[in-house]
């Protein structure tokens, strides 16, 4: 039967995003009781399996960015030699077990998974329309929290934000007290897990005198640059190189 097997050879090649929707994870925020609009306990766990994809998972990725319930991972080269449906399942299913630790879950999760080809200078400009999103998110989360303190039902709250103006939800936030520029910073602009050089100094036993050496590790940073301004493109170049 290998050869029903039809999408078992479909190929992608690097530089390419993985993006990591969770599935249905409305009701699995009601599930664990977390905090509206953003539960710390929660951005914290997506952030350790953002570090764990990037340094345990084997699929070594570049960097992982995330923001609420998803997750991108940026690959300059691929594992499994580009197979598709390797590259969709490994990282999906790792995402979701780790998840699932992080959080002590009793019930089952999954994240969905899809391939964004790019060019190094496009992956900037995918991850500056990410962390777009990710302040889009921001807003709608934080007005639609304090309206359903306010009494709305979480479906009227969104219908009532749907199609406004990022100026009108920053006034509808500021009138229940909640100045949006004021909040922390990763749920503002999201969280970067990245590959860092150090070098290091150490004395070597057989040469006799202190060497210097360079060695690879996983930062995250949680108080990110709006990636459009000129530090934000500095640091985006700083981990995704442009030839």
């Given at each position: 039967m290998k050869d029903r097997e039809l999408f078992s050879n479909l190929t992608a090649l690097p530089p390419l995003f993985i993006r990591l929707d969770g599935r249905t994870f409305h009701r699995l925020a009601e599930l664990w009781n977390l905090e509206r609009p953003f539960d710390e306990r929660f951005g914290s766990a997506m952030a350790r399996v953002g570090e764990q994809l990037v340094r345990e998972s084997g699929l070594s990725p570049d960097i992982a960015y995330t923001f609420s319930d998803e997750i991108n991972l940026y690959f300059s080269r691929l594992p499994f030699n580009g197979r598709v449906e390797k590259l969709d399942s490994v990282s999906a299913s790792f995402a979701a077990s780790a998840l699932t630790i992080e959080m002590e879950s009793e019930v089952p999760l999954s994240f969905d998974a899809r391939i964004i080809h790019v060019t190094p200078d496009l992956a900037h400009e995918y991850l500056i329309r990410r962390q777009g999103e990710a302040w889009r998110n921001h807003l709608n989360a934080y007005c639609q929290s304090v309206l359903m303190d306010g009494g709305m039902s979480r479906k009227e709250a969104a219908s009532f934000l749907?199609?406004?103006?990022?100026?009108?939800?920053?006034?509808?936030?500021?009138?229940?007290?909640?100045?949006?520029?004021?909040?922390?910073?990763?749920?503002?602009?999201?969280?970067?897990?990245?590959?860092?050089?150090?070098?290091?100094?150490?004395?070597?036993?057989?040469?006799?005198?202190?060497?210097?050496?360079?060695?690879?590790?996983?930062?995250?940073?949680?108080?990110?640059?709006?990636?459009?301004?000129?530090?934000?493109r500095a640091l985006l170049a700083s981990v995704i190189p442009c030839p």
């Open positions: 749907k199609g406004r103006a990022a100026t009108e939800m920053h006034e509808i936030a500021f009138s229940h007290g909640v100045n949006l520029a004021h909040t922390p910073a990763w749920q503002r602009r999201g969280i970067l897990v990245a590959r860092r050089a150090r070098e290091i100094r150490g004395f070597n036993p057989r040469a006799g005198r202190v060497v210097e050496s360079c060695r690879s590790e996983v930062v995250t940073n949680r108080d990110l640059p709006v990636f459009s301004s000129p530090e934000g």
